[in-house]
């Protein structure tokens, strides 16, 4: 990572629309500002009320706030925001951050909104997502109008745009706002687990073929292709682990299915990876997201050399366009096919080979150091992307 000195000490306060389980981009993200010398805090939004109201992720201090509401509420979710914006204008005028980072839209709405009344801090806006896009096929057009006027005035007013890949960084370029790509890479595990000793934890019998997924569990996922294949194969182990709003509909589908198993969210999904001959990872086809996917899992599959069965969308195609990562598919038939491919003990080792190979071209120290180059520390003059228009 970049030694860049960050005396005084930099503050920031991230600002989270999720209760931070944690979240693993916001994870990798705050961890390498705290080994670069910042202070950081973040503010989460816990909406059921079962977290705890403090505690430390390390040298990251989590702050939550209870505002009750529930997931899968879509635009609805805009009512409840007001109150966690006040929760978080307290907290911050208390501590007067130098820097508000701002994960999603919402929180950076909120964080222009709390700035003049704290001290003008820096704002940074991470985009882990784009709106405008990633709704569209759910939201009425007046609501996209809307979505679609903040994405483009909104981020013109942060002192740093980040994005977690290259085609959202063109995306936000083709609107006249500059960006750096942080990139969901990951380091490889410095004590790999055995595929034994995994399996042994989770009780998967050695002989049984398994495929995993691990990561939000939302309707732009195509996890009932998954579903189907487990239902055509019996033979075969599926296991979904993560949260979000298709979970309860999840487990009611997989109910009849011996075997699938939802295991719920995985703080370290690293025994799961070890003990899995294959990961999954797929967009719905023809999901407007599909061209901008920039999926965790496409990183962990690399950095724990697990083949993955997958859809050529986004940072997908791009990778597998070049490198052998895994099998392809479109549609149940070759999902089947796919599958059967990375049964074979032969293939399976021939693309883990490849993946082994590929670990260090996607290492996410080189990607802390992007971000820890870019970021507007305290006492900086500017940062390395000038946002337009600020």
């Given amino acids: 990572m970049s030694g860049r000195s960050t005396a005084p000490s930099t503050r920031v306060d991230v600002l989270l629309s999720v209760g931070y389980d944690p979240d693993v981009r916001v994870r990798r993200i705050t961890q390498a500002l705290a080994a670069a010398g910042c202070s950081v805090r973040v503010l989460a939004w816990d909406r059921d009320g079962t977290r705890p109201r403090a505690e430390d992720d390390g040298p990251v201090r989590i702050r939550r706030v209870a505002v009750r509401s529930r997931w899968g509420r879509g635009w609805t979710q805009v009512v409840a925001l007001p109150r966690v914006f006040v929760h978080y204008l307290s907290a911050v005028r208390r501590r007067r951050p130098d820097v508000l980072h701002a994960v999603d839209l919402p929180m950076l709405v909120a964080a222009v909104l709390i700035a003049p009344f704290a001290g003008r801090p820096r704002i940074v806006y991470d985009a882990f997502e ?91 996922r195509d996890l009932d292709a998954l579903l189907r294949h487990a239902r055509r194969r019996p033979d075969h182990l599926v296991i979904i682990a993560g949260a979000g ?63 993955l069965a997958y859809r050529e969308q986004g940072e997908l195609a791009e990778v597998g366009g070049q490198h052998e990562i895994g099998v392809a598919f479109d549609d149940d038939q070759s999902l089947d096919a796919a599958l059967d491919q990375l049964a074979d003990p032969t293939v399976n080792a021939r693309i883990r080979t490849a993946l082994r190979a590929l670990a260090g071209d996607y290492r996410w120290a080189a990607a802390a150091d992007r971000l820890v180059r870019a970021y507007p520390m305290k006492g900086s003059e500017e940062t390395s992307a000038t946002p337009s228009g600020a």
């Fill in 130 to 220: 784009i709106y405008r896009v990633m709704v569209s096929n759910r939201l009425p057009a007046p609501l996209l109008a809307v979505i679609g006027l903040l994405e483009r005035r909104l981020p013109r007013r942060a002192d740093l745009v980040i994005t977690p890949s290259e085609a959202r960084r063109r995306y936000f370029n083709g609107l006249g706002i500059e960006s750096t790509c942080v990139p969901n890479w990951i380091d490889p595990p410095a004590a790999p687990i055995s595929r034994d000793a995994a399996r042994a934890r989770l009780a998967i019998p050695g002989g049984v073929f398994c495929v995993a997924y691990a990561g939000a569990l939302n309707p732009a």
């Fill in 245 to 307: 709003s298709e979970e309860r509909r999840l487990h009611s589908a997989a109910a009849d299915l011996p075997n699938v198993r939802v295991a719920g969210w995985l703080r370290d999904p690293s025994n799961l990876l070890a003990a899995a001959d294959a990961m999954f990872y797929a967009l719905r086809l023809n999901h407007p997201y599909a061209t901008l996917a920039a999926p965790n899992n496409l990183y962990a599959a690399i950095a724990h050399n697990v083949p």
